[in-house]
T-cell receptor, first 110, second 117 residues
Framework: GQQLNQSPQSMFIQEGEDVSMNCTSS?????WLWYKQDPGEGPVLLIA?????ELTSNGRLTAQFGITRKDSFLNISASIPSDVGIYFC??????????FGKGTRLSVIA | KAGVTQTPRYLIKTRGQQVTLSCSPI?????VSWYQQTPGQGLQFLFE???????NKGNFPGRFSGRQFSNSRSEMNVSTLELGDSALYLC????????????????FGEGSWLTVV
């Protein structure tokens, strides 16, 4: 099946630092979604992107839909402890409502 | 409004048994999809239902089945459980079936943790 490749797999950062993570695919996606999952919880949608080149912000989070439509980026500015969790990129592909990447696990050191 | 509700939250079953998981979507949502999450394989699509009809199915064996009722509530069943079926099973709902279309946000429940021993 279609794979979404996320990097990095994990990252440890100091509180207050900015974070960047990305997601790539060998196929074109028409929608990119970024979810965050806290321990023991279901994923929560952070940002949805619907057009190539689109740049969207949600508070300290900013995501971009790559112009090739094969990648997307998520940035978190001035990280805080509650940013800890696993961040997933996802998108509809073929008959699959959502294909997910393997996630980026973020740890914030106070 | 109430979110996606999944029951039970935690359960332990023995190999060979069967299990039924339940999902109540957000009121007004007609599309329900199920995903399996494991440390090794990540989040994988199981199946999707819309207006009581299975619309799409992922690459899982026939032991995994589901259904949707007229009130949009959904159940999934796994028969002849195997150790590898231990996972977090997530249900998601959305207004319509056009995943990813503007305004058709997919909301997830907290999941049902299944452990097979």
């Amino acid at each position: 099946g279609q794979q979404l490749n996320q990097s990095p797999q994990s990252m440890f950062i100091q509180e207050g630092e900015d974070v960047s993570m990305n997601c790539t695919s060998s196929s074109i996606f028409n929608t990119w979604l970024w979810y965050k999952q806290d321990p023991g919880e279901g994923p929560v949608l952070l940002i949805a992107l619907y057009k190539a080149g689109e740049l969207t912000s949600n508070g300290r989070l900013t995501a971009q839909f790559g112009i090739t439509r094969k990648d997307s980026f998520l940035n978190i500015s001035a990280s805080i402890p509650s940013d800890v969790g696993i961040y997933f990129c996802a998108g509809p592909f073929g008959n699959t409502p959502l294909v997910f990447g393997k996630g980026t696990r973020l740890s914030v050191i106070a | 409004k109430a979110g996606v509700t999944q029951t039970p939250r935690y359960l332990i079953k023995t190999r060979g048994q069967q299990v039924t998981l339940s999902c109540s979507p957000i009121s007004g949502h007609r599309s329900v999809s199920w995903y399996q999450q494991t440390p090794g394989q990540g989040l994988q699509f199981l199946f999707e239902y819309f207006s009581e009809t299975q619309r799409n199915k992922g690459n899982f064996p026939g032991r995994f089945s589901g259904r949707q009722f007229s009130n949009s509530r959904s159940e999934m069943n796994v028969s002849t459980l195997e150790l590898g079926d231990s996972a977090l099973y997530l249900c998601a709902s959305s207004l319509s079936g056009r995943t990813g279309s503007y305004g058709n946000t997919i909301y997830f429940g907290e999941g049902s943790w299944l452990t097979v021993v």
